[in-house]
């Protein structure tokens, strides 16, 4: 398994201001990825992450609204820009691990975020 | 703290009840699924995986059962308690060229268990 933290783990923000929310991983990992859980939602991939080279977004999700960092095999930034109220949402990190069936996805405890 | 099943269907159960939570997936080529349990303001807790080779695969006090037929996949909970009211999750898995994969959600399930 693994132990992720993100920081912060909620925030209120102003519209307009942008939030940079950190994921540090306990173990170095490959892969790290992105969610977004609106409120009473599932939790749908923003982006996957990894270390070297580009984030892959998904469709809907692009990197002047999202840009990611991943400078090394333990660490993740995901930037929220520019925030509207439609970006309030749970914003969760996670890392893929190989499990016994497959690959494990392990997440953190989410980024609470409130736009006003 | 806030719940994250506002929207979501819930199932009411009486503690020591087995639960069968229900979940439809989309992608026929998908060959791996999981289920998540998120407990308020939590992230997700993996509980249990199977493998689209199989159609049954049992843990403790959970079994996951895989109907590819009708692309569907159930969780069951023997001996319900209250520390399992939660989310719970199912996803499907999908490969990247890079050998690793994603995850795709489904819409979730509110347990609410009852002393």
């Known amino acids: 398994s693994a132990v992720i933290s993100q920081k912060p783990s909620r925030d209120i923000c102003q519209r307009g201001t942008s939030l940079t929310i950190q994921c540090q991983v306990d173990?170095?990992?490959?892969?790290m990825f992105w969610y977004r859980q609106q409120p009473g939602q599932s939790l749908t991939l923003i982006a996957t992450a990894n270390q070297g080279s580009e984030a892959t977004y998904e469709s809907g999700f692009v990197i002047d609204k999202f840009p990611i960092s991943r400078p090394n095999l333990t660490f993740s930034t995901l930037t929220v820009s520019n925030m509207s109220p439609e970006d309030s949402s749970i914003y969760l990190c996670s890392v893929d691990l190989q499990g016994a069936g497959g690959n494990e996805q392990f997440f953190g405890p989410g980024t609470r975020l409130t736009v006003l | 703290g806030e719940s994250v099943g506002l929207h979501l269907p819930t199932l009411s159960v009486q503690e020591g009840d087995n639960s069968i939570i229900n979940c439809a997936y989309s992608?026929?080529?998908?060959?791996?699924f999981i289920w998540y349990k998120q407990e308020s303001g939590k992230g997700p807790q993996f509980i249990i995986d199977i493998r689209s080779n199989m159609d049954k695969r049992q843990g403790q006090r959970v079994t996951v059962l895989l109907n590819k037929t009708v692309k569907h996949l159930s969780l069951q909970i023997a001996a319900t308690q209250p520390g399992d009211s939660a989310v719970y999750f199912c996803?499907?898995?999908?490969?990247?060229?890079?050998?690793?994969?994603?995850?795709?959600f489904g819409k979730g399930t509110m347990l609410l268990v009852s002393p």
């Open positions: 173990s170095q990992v490959t892969m």
């Open positions: 996803a499907e898995s999908r490969c990247m060229n890079s050998g690793y994969s994603t995850l795709t």
């Open positions: 992608n026929s080529a998908s060959d791996y």
